[in-house]
């Protein structure tokens, strides 16, 4: 066991550390780096269209919670489970690090509203309690049944040990895996797939948005489900259906939700033209000149190929609005400077210094941002003005 573990943290280090292909034209990207992968796949066959890597070991960040939710719908047809039926927030469950619903230990929520806060908030709290409450309370428990449900469904390569997807080095899937995952969501649980198309749902006095945006920018997509942490990068798994077929596309290690999006629409845009089917409304990422480029893998080696026609530019939008968010901790920082640079010194007083703040993706879906302040540093205390000698 000890044996076999070491052998997977080897296999990550390695996959992390070398750079395999680099495509052109996209600064700063994963996507055609050492740890990404990707798949398409025939949802109603099974069969692979496409992928690069596709078994190559990865981490599944929030892609784990579709399994979370697989043995939630089972509870759920099995009667262990009942939509109106409210769960306690545990101290441990609480505790975990966002993204998370922020539910205080002690107050609890329906099972209905739960599945709602997973799919569309990415609560690691909540998947946590879920996998608490279907664990014996034991998350560990719970985690190993996550793990015998992923082998009976032929997910070989998949190895869980927690309910949310926060960081473990021993939880690692592959983009094949995932997309039979997302395939059996839809086949097994016809009745609860559509919890993963909510686009927003309200709950008490707060609306929770769904961090997957291309169930607005792709013309067809009706699910799954995101992932981001900093070992993985942006993970995603999305399903889409045009002209009476539905392909299942699975991306690992996009370094922005936005890069991501489009690289896995580029995917569905291959597959679909691949079955004989029609362009549609899609997202890509803008080349040189203009042109709209779709970034395609397949067998290991990533090609470029134009489309020709783009009739949904809002993802180009959004990256460009998203680009000051990423730039958001630096005004901050420099506001709190100057409003103590204004605060005049005075002899032998302490003068506070200014809290450092920065912005950093949310561990577990990577779908919005949270301010980080840096611990405030111990104030200085000035030596009073000697008088002239």
Known sequence: MQLARGVRRLRLL?????????????????IGSARYSSVVIDAQSGQMLFGSNATAPRHPASLTKMMTLYLVFDALRRGELRPDQRLVMTPYAAGKPPSKLGLRPGLSLTVENAIYAVVTKSANDIATLFGETLGGGSEARFAQMMTLRARALGMSGTTFRNASGLPDVDQVTTAQDMATLGRRLQQDFPEYYHFFGTRQHRMGGITLRNHNHMLTDYEGVDGIKTGYIDASGFNI?????????RLIVSVFGGSSWTERDRHAAALLERGFTQMGIGEGRSLVAQGAGGAGLAMAAVGGT?????????????IVARAAAAAPARREARPVAASLRTRAARAAPVAGKPVRQATRARTVVEQGDGGSRVRVASAARKPVRRNPARPAR
């Open 302 to 314: 990533a090609a470029a190929a134009t489309l020709q026609r783009v009739r949904a530019p809002a």
């Open 237 to 245: 798994v999305s399903s889409a259906r045009r002209g009476g077929a």
């Open 14 to 30: 390695a996959a992390s550390a070398i750079l395999l292909v680099t495509l052109p034209g996209v600064a700063a990207a994963q």
